[in-house]
């Protein structure tokens, strides 16, 4: 059993990434990726962990970008975490995310909830301030009961104080992850769209434009969805990938490796990506 897709306190999880290294290597898995959000800060603590544990630990992160008008998030595996180009392109987008964060401050102002993005911060311990710290500062400060509320009220896809801020496409994106040695994989399809959406054509699109795999195992499909994007990917000629989405105690009730309970990826996973990567 093998987990590809998981966060640390480097971005919206609730663990180190030495405390899911352990983890890991407590449940048995033979290999687990560390993938936060937009910053690879955490991989050198997590790779740092190796010498501990037997079960192989994989360099990873997660990018936000924009397909056909909506959020696309793209896992990097096997990326070289010192890549120093990576690194510029990282933080370029940490800045943008910061701009963002400014304006969904003064949204929330001007709802009458006056919100300094210091308060977020404050809940992230790395560089990266996202919703989900915002969230915590809201419950923290009183305004909502619970990070669910937060969302729904606040700060939410559709809710007024959100401001989006990826603009970065699958290909630029895809091309970033190949020049630091990764393999680009569609984290969470089925988050995407459902399917009756046309995924064949999309995803011939997202593989013309470097993306070599799919997640058609993941923590928080629904029954049916891991049948259907295994056979999707063996359609269209993309490799199988595969992660729970841990967050720690962030995201209640997906565990690592096993997800709702039921997830289980197979270990054969693992050398075809990483034939792949670079
Ligand atoms: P950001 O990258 O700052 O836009 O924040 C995105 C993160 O917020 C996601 O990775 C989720 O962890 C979290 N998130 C987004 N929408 C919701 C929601 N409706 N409920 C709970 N968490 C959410
Ligand atoms: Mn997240
Ligand atoms: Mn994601
Ligand atoms: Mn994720």
Redesign the pocket.
Known sequence: MIDLHTHSTFS?GSDTPEAIALAGDALGLAALALTD?DTVEGLDAFLDAQARVKTRLVPGVEL?CVFLGRPLHLLGLFIRPDDPAFRALLEDLRLR?ERRNEQMAKRLSELGVPFDSEEARRFAAGRIV???HF?RALVGRGTVSS??EA?RRYI??HAPAHVP?EDLGPAQAASWIQEAGGVAVVAHPGRFSGRSFRWDQAILDLKEQGIRALETYYGDYGPGEQAYFLELAGRTGMLPAGGSDY?GTYKPGLSLGTGRGSLRIPDSVLPALEAAAG
Request: glycine share 6%; aromatic share 14%; proline share 7%.
């Open positions: 919206d959000h936000s995310r996202s919703r989900v969230a990070p669910e969302f939410g896809d801020f967050h």
